[in-house]
């Protein structure tokens, strides 16, 4: 059986200066930015505006926000440094150095827990793989805007402040437990 060889012809040479200069393409995605500029400038029909400390943003039920440690009624930390969150992280954001209490009956504890919030993607594959309920992504509280890098790495002593919620605790079951009010995530 006999190979036919074809003969292709390469599209740059087929086409002129203008076109290998992408100038056409550049001109044709000039005028739309230019067309939308004017379009919101003058008639204003496609700007929104939203006047954030007066008008708030309604987020959709299952909206997921910043990460928050919860703690047990002593102040410890609730993590055990299990490592599953971590592992369970498609981005490989978060950081967990495992420490051993003095005490041999008390299980061990993350001495550092790191979250690098530009890597996150904020699936909430950590919070569904915590077998403690230790951590939770809380809908009403956002990540401070910054301007450096190691700002968005949030540590043990950040994670675990309430972001202005009634309380870090966490509850189990969710129930009043001695006068602990429930907090929703």
Do not use: W
């Amino acid at each position: 059986m006999a190979v036919r060889v074809v003969n292709v012809r390469r599209a740059s040479a087929e086409m002129n200066l203008a076109e290998q200069a992408y100038l056409p393409e550049i001109i044709k995605g000039l005028g739309i930015t230019m067309r939308h500029f004017f379009a919101n400038l003058f008639g204003r029909k496609y700007t929104v505006t939203l006047n954030y400390p007066e008008e708030r943003e309604t987020y959709a039920e299952r909206y997921r926000g910043h990460h928050r440690l919860t703690i047990r009624d002593d102040g410890q930390v609730r993590c055990v440094a299990c490592m599953c969150c971590s592992t369970a992280c498609p981005t490989d954001c978060i950081t967990i150095d495992a420490a051993e209490h003095t005490d041999k009956n008390i299980e061990k504890f993350p001495e550092r827990f790191d979250i690098d919030l530009l890597r996150c993607i904020y699936c909430g594959f950590c919070v569904e793989a915590c077998p403690c309920d230790a951590i939770r992504m809380d809908t009403q509280a956002h990540v401070v805007p910054r301007m450096d890098r190691p700002g968005f790495v949030v540590d043990k002593v950040n994670l675990m402040e309430s972001h202005g919620l009634k309380t870090s605790k966490a509850v189990q079951g969710g129930v009043k437990h001695q006068g602990v009010p429930t907090d929703e995530h």
